[in-house]
């Protein structure tokens, strides 16, 4: 007996149900994606024109959210993302751009912290990505911003979301003067 005979022994209807969940199922665990902010290439910086900065006058941490992803539904499938991760990859960004060691320096520094506390992703035409993030100076100075970038590749767009996100960390004027003592 063959196989496609053992399928007509079942009920046409059975059949058909079971067939769509084997394929659902297996189309569906090939439906999920977890963007990695780690395999970024974030170029381009701006560096900020800080007149009286010296080295190791400046420390940058990151205040991490509870999360451990996110799945973003998208058009059929999901995006799992990290904020956490994001935030790791622009803490990194911020501190090669200002040349800024992990070691601890003595004396007084100028404490900036950041989060990126939700990463969205929004179909359209194109992917939009959408970072918000949080940076707050050492004298208590809290602000909310929000980059986004749009690209047809959702990765892309977070990428250069991301790259936003730093250049207008290192370029608030509010963030420029507080770092020149201002």
């Known amino acids: 007996m063959r ?6 022994l079942i009920d046409s ?4 149900k079971v067939i769509m969940i084997v394929v659902v199922t297996t189309f569906c665990q090939a ?7 780690h395999n970024f290439t974030i170029n381009n910086q701006a560096s900020p024109h800080l007149s009286q900065l010296t080295q190791g006058s400046i420390t940058i941490k990151s ?5 451990s992803g996110r799945a973003i539904p998208v058009a059929g499938f999901n995006i799992t993302v990290n904020e956490n991760e994001f935030t790791k990859v ?3 960004k911020l501190k090669s751009t200002l040349n800024i060691s992990d070691t601890v320096t ?6 900036l912290t950041i ?5 969205s992703i929004q179909p359209d035409i194109t992917m939009n990505c959408v970072i918000d993030y949080n940076r707050k100076l050492g004298n208590g100075v809290f602000f909310g911003f ?3 970038s749009r690209n047809w590749n959702y990765e892309t767009a977070c990428e250069n979301a991301l790259t936003q996100a730093a250049n207008e960390i290192l370029n608030n004027r509010d963030t420029v003067k507080y770092f020149e003592g201002e």
């Open 106 to 111: 003595t004396g007084e520094s100028k404490i």
């Open 90 to 92: 622009l803490l990194g």
């Open 3 to 8: 196989f496609t005979d053992n399928l007509m």
């Open 115 to 119: 989060q990126v506390s939700r990463v």
């Open 13 to 16: 209807s059975k059949t058909l």
């Open 63 to 67: 205040q991490p959210i509870e999360t």
């Open 31 to 37: 439906c999920a994606v977890t963007i990695n902010p």
């Open 146 to 148: 929000q980059t986004r």
